[in-house]
């Protein structure tokens, strides 16, 4: 496999794989593109490269630059807008996961405290109750565990990694 073919295939590759954190895959294939650059890359080069659209390459652009994924780097002399993409690895899964909290877990949290207001005066009610109890407790727990896991060094979390590869 040539360096050409090899780059086409991590580029859809990592569009598929993007799908699983929640981003659309146009999305994570100009993730893969910026990030696999070694240059700095103008949302024309993006559109050429990926063959998408002006409003699909900036709406893409954009949302990665909320994910902390990518950056905007201006160039001296020049009116257009760069790109470059977050390249330390331990940056890119902590702002993935941060990102994920804040869309899933975190609403998640406020309806069941929400709903944990319920009575339980009959059966159905403490069954109920019980098993949003149960929810509450646990996302509570992992929305804890997350945050402190992004607090955390990428050392400490990759020794901990190999030490339970043992």
Not at 2 to 24: P, S, T
Not at 91 to 109: G, S, T
Request: hydrophobic share 40%.
């Amino acid at each position: 496999m040539d360096y050409r073919q090899g780059k086409e295939h991590f580029i859809k590759a990592w569009g598929d794989v993007a799908i699983n954190w929640g981003i659309n895959k146009t999305m994570g294939q100009i993730h893969a593109l910026i990030l696999i650059s070694d240059d700095h890359l103008c949302a024309d080069d993006i559109k050429e490269q990926l063959s998408i659209s002006s409003g699909n390459a900036n709406m893409n652009i954009k949302a990665l630059m909320e994910w902390g994924l990518i950056y905007k780097k201006r160039m001296d002399g020049c009116r257009k807008d760069y790109y470059i993409a977050e390249k330390d690895m331990w940056e890119i899964f902590r702002n993935i996961i941060l990102q994920r909290k804040r869309k899933e877990l975190d609403p998640m949290i406020s309806m069941l405290e929400e709903v944990s207001q319920v009575e339980g005066l009959c059966t159905q009610s403490k069954e109920f109750c019980k098993v949003v109890s149960d929810l509450k407790s646990f996302s509570q727990r992992a929305d804890g565990a997350l945050s402190n896991l992004c607090k955390e060094k990428q050392n400490w979390l990759v020794g901990t990694f190999l030490k339970s590869l043992r």
